[in-house]
């Protein structure tokens, strides 16, 4: 275990935990959820007002960040805190989702995964070994191992093979993670002294669909591998029915050290949140809050996720959520919001967007407040209902 990231469980209420993740970069009170920053900005939003809704650590993309503007120059610009302008802890994600997602002309091999560019159609591969040297020299505090997530819904063979090759490539990029602490990386100017490579931690991501006897094998496994910092449950909301993902996170619960977090890989709406929280989940992270603000949705208290381009809300004078404290609700109606949206003006999707980050951000915030009062599980039950109901 890497002192730098230590992991204190405060209190648990059946499954559902509060704890504080150390970082170089300060702490992160869990559960907590995570915006995402894909091209090293969270959309629209500014570096403050990320952080003035609350938010303590933001994900970036390693995949699309290689593409553009490219590591090495990340980190000749100072690294992703400095590139950003973010001072707050951060994660990035190995690029092994979006190179299965986004990317055309895949070809999947135990070496790694070749595959053109969505921006200019130029070839590259990614393995193990330059994974870790792309998250290792952006210099994120939490970097994630390099896996094979395969579709929702595939068959047992599919993923068991998946799983076998995760494992397999987990162990090349933790020889590589730790040959870089060693030895510094060849070719980054910045990086060749061992001395200058940041403090990281590696999370391994536990693959395995929802076949309760793949997800119970690789557990096991992956734990037997290293003392790991954190672990990563990624295959999930990828397609799977919703009573699959709660029943498979069930499985692994008691498969996992209480001891570490766990992170639960791109969910984000606001009922998997709570779903997750309950199962024993920690960190979050998902795209829809900013995306789902762009095409007009809100999620509020009182009314559920509401479509704001709805006539209904053209005279509406009542702030979107009369419970929220961010700018937008504090500041502006419903009918200006929907003007906004209309319009297609930037500054509607800007306050939208923080209004629905702020919604999950205080979800976290209300969880780690009630578990340790042992209240948790009946607001939870209540308010899902509610919620649930609003929505329709």
Known sequence: MNPAFPFRLDAQEGSARVGVLGTPHGPVATPAF?????????????????AEIGSSMILANTYHLFLRPGHREVRTLGGLHA?????????????????????????????????????????????????MEIQRTLGADVIMAFDECPPGGCDRATAQAANQRTILWLERCLERFHAIGREGIRGVPELEDPEAVPSQTLFPVLQGNVYPDLRREQARTIRSMADWDGLAIGGLSVGEPKDKMWATLEVLDPELPTDRPRYLMGVGYPD??????????????????TRNARHGTAWTWPDGQVNLKASRFRMDTRPLDPECDCY????FDRAYLRHMIVAGEAFGHRLVSLHNLRFLIRIAE????????ETFGSWSREWLERYRAARG
């Open 34 to 50: 995570m915006p995402v920053g894909t091209l090293g900005a969270v959309k629209t939003l500014s570096p403050l007002e990320v």
């Open 366 to 373: 209300e969880a780690r407040r009630r578990i340790p009062e």
């Open 272 to 289: 998997d949140l709570l779903e997750a929280i309950t199962r024993g989940c920690d960190l979050f992270d998902c795209v829809a809050p």
């Open 328 to 331: 937008g609700c504090l500041h």
């Open 83 to 131: 590139f950003m302008r973010w001072e707050g802890p951060i994660l990035t994600d190995s690029g092994g989702y979006q190179v299965f997602s986004l990317a055309n002309m895949n070809r999947i091999t135990d070496e790694g995964t070749e595959f053109q560019s969505h921006i200019d159609g130029s070839r590259h591969l990614f393995t193990p070994e330059s994974v």
